[in-house]
C-alpha cells in the first residue's frame, strides 16, 4: 500500500507575512535574455509593443512579477546607462565582455527597461556600477530617473521623451563586488558601499530601497563585513540607513561545480545531488541571519537572494557565454523547494529573483526568432504559487520528521511543503522529490473549517521531461483529486511531483 506523510498546519496561527518580491525576477544582458527574448525592436515582424515582445509579456503577466531586475549582473559593472538613452541610432555600441563577447548595440536602454516594468506591472529594481562606474554617474541616473521638476538630469529625461518621474524602489549598489563586480575585498567594498549610498538620493517621494552587493553561498564574512558597515551598537543597535538590504547569491548544481551536469541528461544520482544542493540554501540562509541578528537584531535590514536557480551545461550548439539551457520537471522541484525554504525565512529574508526570466539559466520562458515561445516546467511553479504572495505564512508540521532519502549520507525530505493564508483562502505547496516512492499526502488542517479544496498537480513519467515548441506541454499543470474528510485533505503524490491545494475556508 501507497505510504501516507502526514501533515498538521493550524491555519489560524498566521506566521510572518511571504513578501511578493520573494517571487522576484532578474533580467540580464546576457544571451538571448533581452535581445531576442524580451526584445525585438519595433521593425520585427513578431507582435511586440514599442520593441517588447507581445506574447513574452503576456504570459509573464499571468505570474503577477513583483519585480525585475537589470541590467546584471555581472554586465550592471560595465554598463554605462548614459550609452542607452536617446534616439536609438545615435547610441554607442560597446562589447558585452563578460557574455560572449559580442557587441552590445544599446538599444534596450532605461526608457525601454522602464517600459518594460510597466507592461508586466513589476517594480523596477535597477543595479548600478561600482565596478568601472563613477559615484557621480550612478547619482545622476536615480535623479533622472526619479526627480520631478527641474535639474539638469530632468532636463535630458524631458528631452528624450519622458515628462514625469518615474518610481524606482529597489536600488543595487553594484554585483559580486567580490568577483566581477570587482574582485573586493569585504571591507573595501564595505567602504564603497557607503560611499555610493550616500549619493543615492531619495527625490521627492521616490525612497530607495539600496541593496548592497553581498555573498556567493556562504561567505559570512562578506555577510558581516556589510553588517559590520551599517551596525551602530552604539545607538541603541539601529543599523545606519547607508543600505537597507544586504544580497547574497545561491546557485543549484548537482554538487560538483557549475555547469558541469547536462540539463536533460542527467542520472538519478546527478537528481538526487541537485535536491541535497537546493535543499541546503536553507542552511545558508539561517548562517546569514544569525550574521544578521547578532548586528542587527531587530530585523531591519532586509536579506535579498537577488540570484537564484539552477545552472547546467548550455544546450549543444549555442554560445557557452549565452548560458542557454533546457528546463525539465527538475528544474521544477528544485524551484518548489527553494520557495518552501524562501517561505520560512520569511521574516528576514525579504526579497529573491530568480536567474534568468528568458532563454537564460533558469527561465521561465524559451523563444525562437520564428515565433516560438514554450513555457517550462518552473514557470508552472513560479503560477501555482502565486497566491503566496503577501499572504501569511503558516507552518506545517510532519509529526515525527519527514521521511528521508540517503544521499551520500545525507538525508533529503522526502516531501516539502509550505502553506500561507490570504483572507479566508490558505494554498498550500508539496513536492514529492523520491523518484520511486509515491505517497498519499494527509494535510490535517486545524483551527477552521474546510468548505472547498481544489488540487493541481505538476509532473511526468520522469524528472528529464521538458517542453519543446513542438511538444509544449509535456509538463504542464493538471488537476489534482483531493478528498476532504473532517478538515482533513488528502491526495496522492506521485514520485517527483509539485503540487499546490487551494482551500476556501468557511
Ligand atoms: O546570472 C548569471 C551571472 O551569474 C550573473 O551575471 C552574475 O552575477 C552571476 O555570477
Redesign the pocket.
Known sequence: STPTTRAVINVDLGGPVINRHLYGHFA?H?GRCIYGGFWVGEDSELPNVGGIRTDVVEALRALNIPNLRWP????ADEYHWQDGIGPRQDRPIMVNTHWGNVEENNHFGTHEFMALCELLGADPYVNGNVGSGTVREMSEWVEYLTRDGDSPMVRQRKANGREKAWRVPFWGIG??AWG?GGNMRPEAYADEARRFATFLRDHGDNKLYRIAAGANDDNLAWTEALMKAVSCLGCGNKPRGFFQGISF?YYTHDGDGIHRSHATDFDDTQYYRTMIKAADIDRVIKAHRAVMDSYDPAGVVGLVCD?WGTWWQVDEGTNPGF?QQQNTLRDALVAGLHFDIFHSHAERLIMANI??TVNV?QSMILTDDQGGLVLTPTYHVFEMNKGHQDAASLAVHQPGGPATIDVDGTALAQVTASASRKGDTVLISAGNLSLDSGTMIDFDLRGGSVSAARGRILTADRPQAHNTVAEPTAVAPVELEVRVTDGHLIADLPPHSFATIEVDLA
Do not use: R, S
Open positions: 540580464e546576457l546584471g549582473g555581472c554586465f554585483n559580486e566581477c547569491h540570484e548560458l536567474a534568468q539559466l
